[in-house]
């Protein structure tokens, strides 16, 4: 069996902004009696590509359309719960770090070969440098973080039928192909990944393999 | 007087024994080797040669059995009458050649130590191929041989379809399984469960062996087991819709299992549902 490692990629995000006025922006008076504007409280949505299946990505990597097939399945349950989460630029860790967190996938699905998500952006330190960046037309990467094996095929590697995702990130925007070849990360042992899926998230894993069986 | 039987001149044992490694080889994936005894043998038994006659001869001996003494004798007859006709001196010689090649080509040194069912047999007949001649002959010995192998024609053989592999089996059939399990526990350490293993072994056995009566026994267990432990977790987890509606559609899926077809699409799945049990009964804090 060969060795778990962090697996990180980096796209272009190619996306759509849709921002909702949740609370328009309003008028009202301090204590002494000053006119103050209070902003009004917009929550900012991106729809976009987060992943392509089967295609060279800017790591030299492939990612077979059924292992993205099977990870995004498994990845309802974390959007279900309101757990998927991800972070502002690449960690060296396995787990999501809720300091940096910056957004939330509120939906994951395939669309002809590619991994299409709805991500809102938080009000958090990090969600708010998202968003300004966002909001100043800034291009951005998209890099999904799972653990997992490869294996080389002519000048790529192969991402193995062993790969788990844990989340997508927002990353600087790769100008020149190739030039964000991430290596593959340290090794992944049983109990870091224990700390990012639980019981219920093996469970789940274990229940849709079951239930996509075909026979 | 004739020698006494030589197992790396007897041509029945020396067949056995290239079609063994060559097997062993194939398991082992080493194609090198297998290439090299399987050119061994094209070369030195290709039909015409002293060697493919004196083995066909054997062979028929081996593998006959018919329903009386009397066809016995009468085969026994036409054996020695085919056995005087083979050109001893080319046989002789061919026979150098293939030990020579075997030695020099595989250079591995337990190919005479393999274990040939019916050993005896082949070491019967050949001594008394030799024998039948010798202008030296050993009359006792070859009257008591004759004697056995007539006995032999007549006795109903075992098919090797019919012999159960077990770990403890002997000769080939254990060699293959143990490699066949090293080399699926070496590629599998740590992704398979050890309940996993044992399914695949015991789905393994109950394919060399023409039986399912053991892997049957296990499937149900296994079925039997998941089903406790659904149901407890759901006991256990009322709150959690998005787990346990599943874990209906599972259970329900488990209780239609048919098991009158065992067959890898059904191994694949309980190889999950095993999963899915080891799961259930893993707390958070035991991973």
Redesign the interface.
Known sequence: MSDLRLLNTCDVYDYKVMTEVVTPETITEDDRGNTVKVPAVKKVTMKGILQKADTLNQNGRIYPLNVLEREVRNYQKFIIENRALGELDHPDSSVVNLKNVSHLVREAYIEAGTVVGVIEILNTPSGQILQSLVESGVKLGISSRGVGSTRKQGDYYVVQDDFQLICWDYVSEPSTPGAFMIPEGRIIEAGDLSRVFKQTDRIDRVLNDILSYKR | MSNAHQKKRNTGLLYEFLVRTISKALVEDDTKKSNAALKILRKYFKPGTELYKEFRLINALIKTTVSSGTVAASIMAEAKAAARRHDEKVLDREKSLLIKSINHVLNDENFYDQQVNDYRMYATIQTLINDWRSPDKDFERMAKYEDNVTTWLITEKIEPKDQTISEESPGTSRLLMKVMMKKLNE?????LSNDQRGLIKAYAFASANDDESVIKKKLIDVKSKLICAIDE?KLG?PG?D??NN??V??RE?LVQESLDVVDD?TV??FM??I??GS??E???EN?
């Open positions: 590629k599998y350490s740590g992704m977790f987890n959690n998005y787990i599943k874990l559609e599972t899926r699409d694949t799945r999950l549902y999963k899915l799961e259930l893993t707390g958070d991973v």
